[in-house]
């Protein structure tokens, strides 16, 4: 208990509560809108968080995450159209319990089956966390350079089914972190003899492109919506007889979530179908699955919220992003000069502490917000599209000019966006390139520092026992998914 | 586009930028700080195995069945898409080049305008009001809350500021 006691105890200022609750509110208008998934509500918010104290800033981007997955079972239940990826699996019982005039008793068991699967996610990212990094902490250059490469072979989860589209779309992340100074002699790369180039890319400019700007240009050819009558909706939450039914699908969507949250690439939409699955599986009631069976609301509820801290772990143990939300708190962590990973806990401890604080709030604000919040969602859901776009789209290229004064960073963000819409056309996974593009300074900085050691023997990655066990496990891994991919397609032949 | 034609655009696309990649690569010149495996060592490598997983998607590709092809999706819809999208980037694209000239209040007050009329609005009041409230808002959130300094654009030399 004593974990929790500290984590709570950190959030010390009321900066950090403002950012809970604040982050919580962006995160459910955002995640309420059909086409803002968590991470470009999180990254719509990234610029904004360049002036802030750091605590304060990833405590505000994690409560948007928390937030969101709220936020995405409004329309879901209401209208038939989840705000978010992860919410696909509400709609299957949340608006057949809309149509029998359920839709306040399926928005309350969303809200609680939200906060308990958040809670439980912060208690396993609390306790696994840590002891993890312990063990990265003593890693030499070789081993780093090793777990780079496992990070990267992790892409092969991440490619929707095509690992050669993945190991491709890693490369041009690989190709953008690159973009710059050499980090052993300083001899300017891949900068087209620009001044801007010098210093890099910055991630956040990447990000911003690939998940804001692709999405616009995506959403620019999708239909409006449907409008949801605000008549329907009165929150109820579960009364105790229902709470008692609900228990057993809310364990199993916190389990499942668990495991597929700490897999990177897994993330909360996988989590929230097996979840669905699993408890209809279980259920004493399977019949009534897809016909507005609360325990078909509950499960992948319970699953998705505890996927926002569990899959954390693989970001502040080990600093991979296992997730595109966890890329975007990344690049809240690296906008402020912090690198997460094992070094994380012995350089800015506080930071990880109020962050773990910080979640623990925005649960608790996610549901006293949650209680109020429905009304102004329905209004804003049922805005008309051309304005909503036109003043997210207005307030991208300002969040962006804002951080460093510069028209060329707006450009930059344009090119990555053209990027990240062609990528999505040619069905290029996004995520593989992040990595990419986060590992890529560790994988070569560590493997360079390596062969300096070594007088340029590369038997030191395979002498190196913890470097060896993490290549094999990248071995593994790889070989796996690409067996898997293959045995899938001579199995759909 | 369906699955093949996909993987076959990726396989070109990714066999040329790769190959200009490492082209590039090989010509940068390493410092007199220079490991053994120089500036260009790493990218050169990347490049190469960015070319190798192009020609396997090729490969692929050409090893399909023609009579499979995967889904595709319906050609004039998602022509129309893609022509809004480029509309869309022509405007963004405008709005970079008319921010210093015309400076932040002006420039994002005709983004909001014209990104509106793009996407479907009609009724010019409506736009104009949004236009000048979303400039305003924002104007007032970054300048004057935010304290950020937005450009000014060429209005104060015009006036003989």
């Keep these: 208990m004593d974990v929790f006691f500290n984590a709570v105890l950190s959030v010390p200022t009321l900066w950090l509560l403002v950012a809970a609750f604040a982050g919580v509110i962006w995160g459910i208008l955002g995640g309420a809108l059909p086409g803002i998934s968590p991470s470009i509500a999180m990254a719509l918010l990234l610029p904004f968080t360049v002036g802030m104290a750091p605590a304060t ?14 936020g995405g079972s409004i329309p ?15 709609v299957l019982d949340g608006y057949e319990m809309a149509r029998q005039g359920k839709a306040g008793e399926a928005l309350g068991i969303s809200l609680i089956s939200g906060l308990y699967g958040g809670l439980f996610g912060l208690a396993v990212l ?9 063990i990265a902490l003593a890693f030499t250059p070789a081993a780093y350079f090793s777990l780079g490469i496992l990070g990267l072979s992790v892409i092969a989860g991440l490619s929707g089914g095509s690992m050669l589209r993945g190991v491709i779309a890693a490369c041009i992340g690989l190709m953008l972190a690159f973009v710059g100074s050499d980090p052993v002699s300083g001899v300017p790369r891949f900068t087209f003899e620009s001044a801007d180039l010098l210093g890099g890319i910055k991630p956040i400019l990447i990000m911003v492109g690939l998940f804001a700007v692709t999405e616009m240009l995506v959403q620019i050819g999708e239909p409006a919506w449907a409008k949801a009558v605000k008549s329907e909706a ?10 008692k039914r609900l228990a057993k699908p809310q364990a199993i969507g916190a389990v499942i979530g668990t495991v597929e ?19 209809k599986r279980w259920s004493k009631n399977p019949e009534e699955f897809g016909k507005g069976s609360p325990e078909g609301v509950a499960a992948p509820e319970a699953a998705n919220n505890v996927v926002t801290a569990t899959a954390l772990v693989p970001l502040l143990s080990l600093g991979i992003p296992g997730s595109n939300s966890a890329a975007i708190l990344l690049g809240g962590f690296l906008i402020h000069g912090l690198q997460p990973g094992p070094m994380l806990f012995q350089k800015a401890p506080e930071i990880v502490w109020s962050l773990y604080g910080g979640l623990f709030f925005a649960n608790i604000a996610m549901l006293l917000i949650g209680l109020v919040i429905l009304s102004p969602c329905i209004w804003l859901v049922n805005r008309p599209k051309p304005y909503l776009m036109a003043i997210i789209l207005a307030l991208v290229m300002t969040g962006v000019y804002a951080m460093h004064q510069s028209i060329f960073e707006i450009g930059m963000v344009l090119a990555i966006g053209v990027l990240g819409y062609g990528m999505r056309l040619l069905k290029i996974p996004v995520l593989p390139l992040v990595l990419g593009l986060v590992l890529g300074s560790l994988v070569e900085s560590n493997y360079r520092r390596s062969l300096l050691i070594s007088s340029g023997e590369h038997s030191i990655f395979f002498t190196d026992p913890v470097s060896l066990v993490l290549l094999l496990l990248a071995a593994v891994l ?3 998914t690409g067996w898997k991919e293959f045995s899938d397609r001579k199995a759909a032949s | 586009m369906n699955a093949q034609q996909g993987d076959r655009i990726t396989g070109v696309l990714g066999i040329l930028v790769s190959a200009s990649y490492v082209a590039y690569a090989r010509r940068i010149e390493d410092g007199l700080l220079a490991d053994e495996v120089g500036a260009a060592g790493v990218p050169s490598a990347v490049g190469l195995l960015m070319m190798l997983a192009s020609v396997a ?18 050609e004039n819809t998602a022509w129309a898409s893609h022509r809004l999208a480029l509309y869309l980037l022509g405007v963004l694209a405008a709005y970079v080049l008319v921010l210093p000239v015309a400076g932040y209040w ?3 007050a005709l983004l909001i305008g014209a990104v509106s009329a793009l996407v479907g609005a009609r009724d010019v009041k409506v736009i104009a009001a949004c236009s000048v409230l979303g400039a305003s808002g924002l104007y007032a959130l970054f300048s004057l809350l935010l304290n950020i300094r937005m450009p000014a654009g060429l209005w104060p030399s015009w006036m003989g500021a």
Excluded: C, D
């Design chain 1, 76 to 90: 879901a239940i209401l209208i038939r159209t989840p705000g978010t990826n992860s919410a696909s699996a509400t």
């Design chain 1, 126 to 134: 609390v306790l696994a966390t840590e002891s993890l990094a312990r």
């Design chain 2, 57 to 74: 998607l090729l490969l692929k590709a050409s090893s399909r069945s023609a009579g499979r092809v995967g889904e595709v999706a319906p």
């Design chain 1, 234 to 243: 009165r929150l109820k939450l579960p009364n105790w007889a229902m709470s």
């Design chain 1, 57 to 70: 800033a990833i405590v505000l981007l994690a409560s948007v995450y928390v937030g969101a997955e709220y």
């Design chain 2, 106 to 108: 002006v420039s994002v």
């Design chain 1, 478 to 480: 790889t070989l796996y």
């Design chain 1, 261 to 279: 949250g700490v897999t990177p690439g897994a993330g909360g939409t996988i989590a929230a179908f097996m979840a669905y699955s699993e408890a």
